[in-house]
């Protein structure tokens, strides 16, 4: 099943775990400077040698298509909005993904629900080994995996970790929890990646550095670090809670009845209250929804996902607002 459609470790704290490794195809020009032909045959070269996968053209989509790809972190903005011809394999449980002609010809994708550096660590590495054995990748021996990008020479991977970090935000500790990641090689970024905000405080964890260090040594690293923040994030909370219950409470149930009872919603306001009523959850405030449910809701009630389950295609912001109000009726 999806990362947002499933039950997992330390989902009060982690939403997903994603493990990304760039890889490009030797005697072919990076894919900026990639022809159709040549993206063509990367294509091919691909398809024969993975199965189990579903093929998608990724030209062929709408705006709207590709966009709810992005929302459900599938893949990139920056595929989103590819111009040379690209596709996109992707098993049947959306957690395993190869985007072929991104910025590097292959970037395989493994994305798990919750807490699990190391189960979408092996099954990147093993999708990684597939592909290995019917393409040449461009490698060097000083330099490691070429990358288009300089940044990801080395081992060309990027393990990132989505967390959900209200009471770290709020009581502005989150600041100094970032200056020191820059210190050991590991960034905190917005909800979408590089150059995104934060979206209902939830924020990607990952590595900054892949030459001159091991997978396994990035892995043991940010799993270090994911720990320590999921245990000052639930003291946190606990902290805030004890303190003063009642207002934390009235807080939470306001949000949930907006939510439940509102004619329009828009995107921002939905991210909003989403973050109370997750936050509520997950203290035992509100019992009758969980994590997994929240996810959901979380990944439905984005624009493009919206618009695409509800068969409306494009329409005004004031149309969509009612048409998240009305979904979020429905589920919760």
């Known amino acids: 099943m999806a990362w947002y459609n499933t039950k997992a470790n330390d989902s009060d704290v982690v939403l997903s775990t994603r493990i990304r490794l760039a890889r490009n195809v030797k005697d072919y020009p990076f894919s900026p400077l990639l022809d159709e032909t040549g993206a063509g045959e990367i294509i091919e070269k691909v398809k024969s040698s993975l199965s189990g996968f579903e093929l998608i053209d990724i030209n062929a989509k709408s705006y709207i298509e590709r966009r709810s790809l992005v929302e459900k972190h599938i893949i990139s903005p920056l595929f989103e909005k590819t111009k040379t011809p690209g596709a996109l394999f992707v098993d049947k449980d959306e957690k395993n993904a190869v985007m072929v002609c991104e910025e590097d010809h292959l970037r395989i994708q493994s994305i798990y629900p919750g807490h699990s550096l190391n189960e979408a660590f092996k099954s990147a590495c093993a999708i990684d080994d597939t592909l290995d054995s019917g393409l040449c990748y461009a490698y060097s021996e000083k330099l490691g995996y070429l990358t288009h990008c300089p940044t990801n020479l080395g081992t060309g991977m990027r393990a990132s970790v989505m967390m959900f970090l209200p009471a770290l935000t709020g009581t502005k500790m989150l600041a100094g929890y970032a200056s020191q990641l820059e210190k050991i090689g590991l960034t905190m ?35 270090g670090v994911v720990k320590q923040l999921i245990e000052s994030e639930r003291k946190t909370r606990e902290r805030i809670f ?40 997950d203290l035992g405030i509100i019992k009758d929804i969980d994590d997994k449910k929240l996810n959901q809701v979380f990944v439905g009630a984005m624009p493009a996902t919206l618009m695409l389950d509800s ?17 979020l009726k429905r589920q919760l």
């Open 242 to 281: 004890t303190s003063d219950p009642d207002s934390m409470c009235d807080k939470v149930f306001r949000s949930y009845g907006t939510l439940k009872w509102a004619y329009m919603i828009s995107s921002d306001e939905f991210l909003k209250l989403w973050a109370d009523i997750k936050l509520g959850a």
């Open 189 to 223: 970024r917005g909800t979408y990646g590089e150059g995104s905000g934060s979206k209902a405080y939830i924020y990607q964890i990952s590595n900054s550095v892949t030459m001159g260090i091991t997978e396994e040594e990035t892995i043991l690293k940010l799993e």
């Open 311 to 327: 068969g409306e295609g494009d329409s005004s912001d004031t149309q969509r607002d009612k048409l998240r109000a009305d979904y």
